[in-house]
């Protein structure tokens, strides 16, 4: 082995060569921090507060915002039939003086919750008795509960959202004015 005038070798020893890590162990440790990571999302989802629900509350906001403009705009009654796994967007007729669904709209289109999604809705402070789905049988003349009018008036609600009742929700709270919030009710903070 040749070496320099200090008598130290040019050439890295056998043992140096071997300085590193096997597939296994890398393999060993990449599972590991995968179990870590998914852990820590798995927690962070069951103690946040439900995206789910909160995705359903932004959906329905997002829509009423679109029909509250769309009422000022064109100068129609629109109305919100909530039942309690869903609900339906009528248009007030004024030729039949009757709610009429809007046809050939997606956008606007009967929508039900994910089971095991439910709602709940109060006017004025009070519990609604809702309908148990948009199919049922209570629902032969609909007259929707909350109204969106042409003049920009919004019957004044608040449309809460559960998935289990003794645990979190989300409210849509409506004001006369058309302005719409959304708040999380029950949830711990993360």
């Not at 070496?3 to 096997?22: D, E, H, V």
Request: charge should be negative.
């Amino acid at each position: 082995m040749p070496t320099s005038g200090t008598g130290i070798s040019n050439k890295p020893s056998r043992g140096l060569l071997q300085a590193g890590f096997s597939l296994l162990e890398l393999l060993v440790v990449v599972a590991i921090i995968g179990i870590v990571a998914g852990a820590v999302v798995l927690s962070i989802h069951i103690t946040g507060p439900d995206r789910q629900i909160e995705h359903e509350v932004d959906r329905l906001r997002g829509v009423i915002d679109l029909l509250h403009e769309e009422a000022l705009l064109q100068s129609h009654d629109f109305g919100v039939l909530f039942t309690q796994t869903g609900y339906r967007f009528y248009v007030y007729d004024y030729a039949k003086l009757a709610w009429a669904e809007r046809p050939d709209d997606r956008l606007f289109a009967p929508h039900d919750l994910t089971v095991p999604l439910t709602f709940a809705l109060s006017l004025e402070d009070r519990d609604v008795k809702l309908p148990k789905s948009l199919d049922s049988k209570e629902i032969e003349k609909p007259v929707p509960q909350v109204m969106i009018l042409s003049s920009g008036e919004l019957t004044p609600f608040t449309a809460s959202v559960y998935r289990d009742r003794g645990r979190g929700h989300f409210d849509l709270t409506g004001a006369l004015d058309g302005t719409l919030e959304v708040a999380g009710q029950g949830f711990d903070s993360p």
